[in-house]
């Protein structure tokens, strides 16, 4: 009987744009919110397999000025309602509002990296010490190398997705430990190798 190649995976972490949704540049209203095609389907097939799902996200339009709080929540609501009709849901959702060289709509004169911005991993942090799980017990599915990075620096595996940017955003030097096509592939991937 061959070993699976996840063992006692609960938790999948995913990034959201170019994960879940198209990402044709920072995503500012809920018009330009369009679900990549059946990634709703794939996070339903992750809940019916009992699988927790949490967003983890870098949303720099907060720094830059150019996203408001309201906007978010505006967003958010129709990435759940897209999700509903597919019969999926998350279990949670966390971001980081910062950027590096932008504050409150002003580029800053000192550069400032926070902890939670991808590569990051104090949101990766955060999610599992309120949810109660292990970074053993995770995996992250994401499309960017930020993604890549930080899955690596908290030591957990992480599967790259050929959307949204697909790995070549060239931000840091990193890669997943498998690729796949998209989250409806990554999914079934995950669970064709899950104990």
């Known amino acids: ?10 938790v999948v972490l995913l990034d959201r744009d170019g994960v879940i949704n198209e990402e044709p540049g920072p995503i500012l209203t809920p018009e330009q919110f369009v679900m990549i095609p059946k990634s709703a389907t794939a996070v339903a097939r992750l ?6 799902c949490f967003v983890i996200t870098n949303q720099a339009a907060f ?46 004169e000192v550069p400032a990296p926070c902890a939670c911005r991808k590569p990051g991993t104090l949101l990766l942090e955060q999610v599992a010490e309120e949810h109660g799980f292990s970074a053993e017990e995770s995996i992250l599915i994401g499309d960017s190398t930020s993604d890549f990075a930080a899955a690596s ?43």
């Open 1 to 10: 009987m061959s070993k699976s190649l996840f063992n006692n995976l609960r």
């Open 47 to 52: 809940n019916a397999e009992g699988f927790r």
């Open 63 to 108: 720094a830059r000025g150019d996203l408001s709080e309201s906007a978010f929540q505006a967003i958010t609501e129709k990435m759940q309602h897209e999700l509903q009709k597919a019969g999926a849901h998350l279990d949670g959702q966390y971001y980081c509002p910062h950027h590096p060289d932008w504050e409150n709509g002003e580029r800053r």
């Open 153 to 195: 620096k908290w030591g957990i595996c992480s599967i790259g997705v050929h959307t949204g940017h697909g790995g070549q955003d060239s931000k840091v030097k990193a890669d997943p430990d498998y690729w796949q096509d998209d989250l409806w592939s990554a999914v079934e991937f995950l669970l064709a190798n899950a104990s």
